[in-house]
């Protein structure tokens, strides 16, 4: 049994909220020099999702820090010269190129899998990896085909030879087209300076338990263990020498580790008024954020309507370093509609009606309805607030 080092350092909740407010990008001037391209470097990784409400979260993450940057903008950030590339860490995840090494442990771990839920048929694999060296990059159906029936999961022995060819790393998805993957050769697409698995596991995930608690400012061991969806085991071998500091947070019940460099400097600064991706690395481990925020949060979209709470997509409102209430948005034409709004009481008014705002300018939307709120007398307070803001 691992015996922990005592914590030498104790950080109140409130101060454990403000730093990884700050860890997060989310207090203090966003650094608008360095763009979306420093967003994704600082958090280590973007989540991918294919639901496309005001847009899809991996624009969202950016806006939510720097404000209403063009879309545009951002995919090309993430996908020119070669700054970024998408594989499995918390999730489907855009990550920074710099950490392809990282994921070494990754890589062989899927080389050396013995079961898959796809067979790969003779000579597919080979035939793609010819076809990309040949004609450059290239989606699935561009490669000969994405599906062999009607029915989502079944895919055909090209795409099945292409995933496998990503999830070994020979193969990189170097963009998202009408958020189809686009696929090239890791040896064309990774700068040769970063193209190797020469790190072992245990390196591997050193690192990736540095980066993480980087990310977070300060967790717990599942905290940092789900930033890249590690083991709790693989944390407990690597975390004594990743460079992070035991720690005791008031009220967490349980041990944590910190960023040195969070504990050198109060978290001091701006606060962002904003509406958040349910899949934003902020809130994505939900019991991290009632153990931050005291605050639940659950994504409805797969849940069926009639049992929905909140809506389709409630988007959380981040408001003074707090989460104030949440909002299930959509749109018609030029309307941003808010379906649904859950208020933190009265003092929440004005900071749902900036977030609804500023939300709609970004997404060239002139007008906010909203249908709405579950205590019904915040209903006009909001409105009359919103009139106020988009004139």
Not at 131 to 155: C, M, N, Y
Not at 306 to 311: L, Q, T
Request: proline share 6%; aromatic share 8%; glycine share 8%.
């Amino acid at each position: 049994m691992t015996t922990l080092p005592r914590p030498t350092t104790t950080l109140t909740a409130d101060e454990a909220r403000r730093i990884a407010l700050r860890a997060q990008g989310l207090l203090g001037a966003p650094d608008r020099r360095a763009g979306v391209r420093g967003v994704l470097r600082h958090l280590g990784a973007v989540q991918l999702d294919t639901i496309s409400v005001l847009a899809r979260s991996h624009e969202l993450v950016p806006y939510a820090r720097l404000g209403a940057v063009a879309r545009k903008t951002v995919d090309a950030a993430y996908w020119t010269q070669a700054h970024a590339f998408e594989y499995w860490s918390h999730a489907a995840c855009i990550l920074p190129i710099e950490e392809w090494p990282h994921f070494a442990f990754r890589r062989r771990a899927y080389r050396n899998r013995p079961h898959w839920s796809h067979e790969l048929p003779d000579g597919a694999y080979d035939q793609v990896v010819k076809q990309l060296r040949a004609e450059g990059p290239l989606t699935a159906t561009e490669l000969g085909g994405a599906k062999k029936t009607s029915d989502w999961w079944d895919w055909s022995g090209t795409k099945v030879a292409v995933e496998r060819a990503l999830m070994y790393g020979e193969v990189v998805c170097v963009e998202r087209r009408g958020w189809k993957r686009v696929y090239d050769l890791a040896e064309r697409a990774v700068p040769d300076a970063l193209l190797h698995d020469e790190l072992d596991d245990a390196e591997c995930l050193r690192r990736l338990v540095r980066l993480a608690g980087e990310s977070l400012g300060v967790g717990t061991r599942a905290d940092i263990a789900d930033y890249h969806r590690l083991r709790g085991e693989q944390v407990d071998a690597v975390i004594a020498d990743s460079g992070l500091v035991p720690v005791e947070v008031e009220g967490w019940g349980k041990p944590a580790w910190a960023d040195p460099a969070a504990l050198a400097t109060p978290p001091r600064g701006r606060h962002r008024t904003t509406l958040l991706s349910p899949f934003d690395s902020l809130i994505w481990e939900r019991a991290r954020t009632e153990r931050i925020f005291g605050f639940t949060h659950r994504l409805e979209a797969y849940v069926p309507k009639p049992k929905r709470v909140h809506g389709y997509f409630a988007m959380p409102v981040l408001a003074g370093g707090r989460l104030v209430g949440r909002v299930d948005p959509a749109r018609e034409g030029r309307t941003l509609v808010a379906k649904q709004a859950t208020l933190d009481g009265p003092k929440a008014v004005p900071a749902v009606a900036q977030a609804l705002a500023e939300a709609a300018t970004w997404v060239n939307c002139t007008n906010v309805r909203v249908e709405r709120v579950d205590a019904p007398e915040l209903r006009e307070p909001l409105t009359r607030e919103l009139a106020g803001l988009l004139g």
